[in-house]
């Protein structure tokens, strides 16, 4: 019934265009998405006709694509909208976009055209086919490596279609566009100060597309970095020197002090071990740190007497190699671990009983390895004993 139908329209149609009988034509311009029932023209008075014409002649509207837009009021004498109209779905980028359609009347037959000229809104944000895009990039990346973004669209077309881009924040990156064949353009990101994951490891920037409409619309993307490390830093000891004292009576396993160093880089580059680097001394066999936590312990017996102090160099380093130093100064306390030891030089066996007082029976002397007050000796001999003892300072003056 319907295809019927469109055939009589179609046979018409070529009837009256070969009889080349095209009473005249008037074209509108109109902005697409008006309302339903919006006056489009005054189609009677711009065709010259009578309003009662439109009805005596049965007036009729034909569309190519049978697309009822448009509408006939014949009372009025006017054209309205009567379907939504989208330039974008009628016609794409495509511009100028027009839509054509004709009026036949009958008694006798009159036909018309009329072009409407559809004109574009700005109805249409750019947009991104994705809310976001990720990146993984080494904080080594050097200054004008380029990462290609994805790019906008907007359906509109002219002022109102895509017009440009910004990204920001600027720190790092700005845009660089390049021409592609297909008269669009490549939108990249380039590095312009170099990244560094210790102050930021992840940035967050936003691309926005904008066109040139008025009000200009916009859309977005976030472009989420991930910084990777790379091993720029070495390892700092949080002291340059530590000072430790010790009783050289520690036991082993005694803990002096625990160095501490930081590395800023992240994972094995970051990853700090000790270890004791003198060489030339017995440091190494008195002396352990724990590589893992910087623990110094005693590993071997001090003796005051034998040395009274110690430099232990520490070094720190990282997976990757790099290193710091820093040295324990160690200073042994002397304890009293000597008895005073008495050493007869000469004695006399017997003593006359006529020996006159002073006579000298008996030569020692007394010693002490301790220091300071663990080193000084008192001698005392039993009282109501016949004899005396006079110190000398040194006993070879004595002899
Ligand atoms: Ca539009
Ligand atoms: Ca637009
Ligand atoms: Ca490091
Ligand atoms: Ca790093």
Known sequence: MLDRTMRRQVLLFISIFTLNSVFGQVTYSIPEEMSKGSLVGNIAQDLGLDVKRLKSGKARIYTEDNAEYIELNKDRGALLVKERIDRE?????????????QITLEDPIEFFTVTLEINDINDNAPSFKKDEMKFRISESAVIGAKFVLERAMDLDVGMNGLRGYSLKPTD???????????????????????LDREA????????????????????????????LDVNDNAPVFTQEVYKVTIMETAMKDTILSTVSAVDADEGSNGKVSYSITNTLDDVPVMFQVDEENGVV????????????????HVQASDDGGLTDSCKIIVEVTDTNDNPPSINVMSKTNSISEKSRPGTVVTIFNVQDPDSGENGNVACNIEENMPFLMKTTDDAADTE
């Open 200 to 227: 930021q490891d992840h940035l967050f920037l936003t691309l926005t597309a904008f066109d040139g409409g008025d009000p200009q619309l916009s859309g977005t993307m976030q472009v989420e970095i991930f910084v």
């Open 172 to 194: 790092n990156f700005n845009l660089k566009f390049q021409n592609q064949q297909d008269g669009s353009k490549k939108v990249e990101m380039v590095l312009q100060k170099h």
């Open 89 to 101: 779905a009628l016609c794409g980028q495509t511009t100028p976009c027009a839509l054509r359609l």
């Open 297 to 312: 312990v005693l590993s071997g017996t001090l003796d005051y007497e034998k040395a009274q102090h110690y430099e232990i």
